[in-house]
């Protein structure tokens, strides 16, 4: 079983619509979690950071962190051609901010006219 | 914003030859930076993780004698890949983490990637 698991999609929404990407993980140590988005053939650029439970919203992101049930979520609202990305959640341990992350698998999400 | 670089965006060699990327934090000091490796719609695999003026940490299954890294500044990280063979060819990904002008950041930002084809 990998420790963060994610669904790869391909995930296709309308322009408008509200977008929601997942991931679970099974280390309970993982404290500090973050979405970064990639545009093909670029490197990730960090959207959210949050760390432990709880959610944060950057104008049309949410993020959400349910470590109870060891799921985070992406929400984005508004969605806008320019979306159309792979998007990667990741994360590290607690204890020190150190720690090397672990990235799930991508969903690839395409934001159609 | 903290902004890494790398440099060549984009390299083609000959099977048997080295390759260097070049990876610079270009607005802050990273005292740690990463080398990762993605195949495509494929998610990142770390390869080593270097501290300045340390030697690289290596992954499981990574060859060190293969997959040279240096950081010998705070801003700058190299990462050659000696004899290189045609399964080499990735899309290689460093990133940079420290302490940025604005204050305390433990976040991990990533440079745009070097596409190697080895031929």
């Known amino acids: 079983q990998k420790e963060v698991e994610q669904d790869p999609g391909p995930l296709s929404v309308p322009e408008g619509a509200i977008v929601s990407l997942n991931c679970t993980y099974s280390n309970s140590a993982f404290q500090y979690f973050m979405w970064y988005r990639q545009y093909s053939r670029k490197g990730p650029e960090l959207l959210m950071y949050t760390y432990s439970s709880g959610n944060k919203e950057d104008g049309r992101f949410t993020a959400q962190v349910d470590k109870s049930s060891k799921y985070i979520s992406l929400f984005i609202r508004d969605s806008q051609p320019s979306d159309s990305a792979t998007y990667l959640c990741a994360m590290k341990a607690g204890g020190t901010s150190y720690g090397k992350l672990t990235f799930g698998q991508g969903t690839i999400l395409t934001v159609h006219p | 914003g903290a902004v890494v670089s790398q440099h060549p965006s984009w390299v083609i060699c000959k099977s048997g030859t080295s390759v260097k990327i070049e990876c610079r934090s270009l607005d802050f000091q990273a005292t740690t930076m990463f080398w990762y490796r993605q195949f495509p719609k494929q998610s990142l695999m770390l390869m080593a993780t270097s501290n300045e003026g340390s030697k690289a940490t290596y992954e499981q299954g990574v060859e060190k004698d293969k997959f040279l890294i240096n950081h010998a500044s705070l801003t700058l990280s190299t990462l050659t890949v000696t004899s290189a063979h045609p399964e080499d060819s990735s899309f290689y990904i460093c990133?940079?983490?420290?302490?940025?002008?604005?204050?305390?950041?433990?976040?991990?930002?990533f440079g745009p990637g070097t596409r190697l084809t080895v031929t």
């Open positions: 990133s940079a983490r420290g302490l940025a002008d604005w204050g305390a950041s433990y976040e991990q930002y």
